[in-house]
């Protein structure tokens, strides 16, 4: 069975440094992976999704994520936090299929910005 | 264009009493899907459905039953709700391609169960 671990479960940043949320996931082939953002009270929003080729995937608001597959990690990037990135991120994985019987998703890394 | 809508956006509920949380997209997808939302827990999968007529367990189906009515709808029904289903629940939807695995959320149902 698949599994994702977010190490953070909070992570304080000052606004204009740079932010890198971790995401670990274990699968047995090629994982389909996706970060997701959710804003207080909101549903949830893709940030970026992983399926193959470039290892290196750009997404909305400036983020950006690597798959490294030694590593078997997924890092959500950003070079510069602003005030609006405070939110709860949570990292996914998909199985056979993409997805298609479900995501697993870790427990989620809450983001606080400092001003 | 809508997206994924979930009704009701609140719910509160006496233990033992039951209640069905409704569903819908428009955008075509072929597999809905239901999770719910717990602190310091994130996602989990109760059931899911990959098209019009199919339904699957999930990770925590037990207490729950799903009905796929037609494409763009799937419903969630407590039958007997316990204290232990106060959670946020989220549907999702996705088109299932090669082209595209993204699933859509829906803006979430809270549910308190007392």
């Known amino acids: 069975a698949q599994s994702v671990t977010q190490p953070d479960i909070h992570i304080t940043v000052s606004e204009g440094a740079s932010l890198e949320l971790r995401c670990n996931y274990s699968?047995?082939?090629?994982?389909?992976l996706f970060w997701y953002v959710q804003s207080p009270g909101q549903g949830l929003q893709l940030l970026l999704k992983y399926f193959s080729g470039d290892t290196l995937v750009q997404g909305i608001k400036g983020f950006e994520a690597e798959f490294k597959r030694s590593q078997s990690s997924f890092n959500l990037r950003k070079p510069s936090v602003h005030w609006s990135d405070a939110a709860e991120y949570f990292c996914?994985?998909?199985?056979?299929?993409?997805?298609?019987?479900?995501?697993?998703f870790g427990k989620g890394t809450h983001l606080i910005i400092q001003p | 264009n809508a997206g994924v809508t979930q009704t009701p956006k609140f719910q509160v509920l006496k233990t033992g009493q039951s209640m069905t949380l409704q569903c819908a997209q428009d955008?075509?997808?072929?597999?809905m899907y239901w999770y719910r939302q717990d602190p310091g827990m994130g996602l989990r999968l109760i059931y899911y459905?990959?098209?019009?007529?199919?339904?699957d367990k999930g990770e925590v189906p037990n207490g729950y039953n799903v009905s796929r009515l037609n494409k763009r709808e799937f419903s969630l029904r407590l039958e007997s709700a316990a204290p232990s289903q106060t959670s946020v629940y989220f549907c999702?939807?996705?088109?299932?391609?090669?082209?595209?695995?993204?699933?859509?959320f829906g803006p979430g149902t809270r549910l308190t169960v007392t």
């Open positions: 996914a994985v998909g199985g056979s299929g993409g997805g298609a019987d479900g995501l697993t």
């Open positions: 999702a939807s996705s088109q299932d391609t090669s082209l595209n695995y993204e699933q859509y």
């Open positions: 459905s990959a098209s019009e007529g199919t339904t």
């Open positions: 699968y047995g082939a090629t994982p389909y």
């Open positions: 955008m075509n997808h072929n597999s």
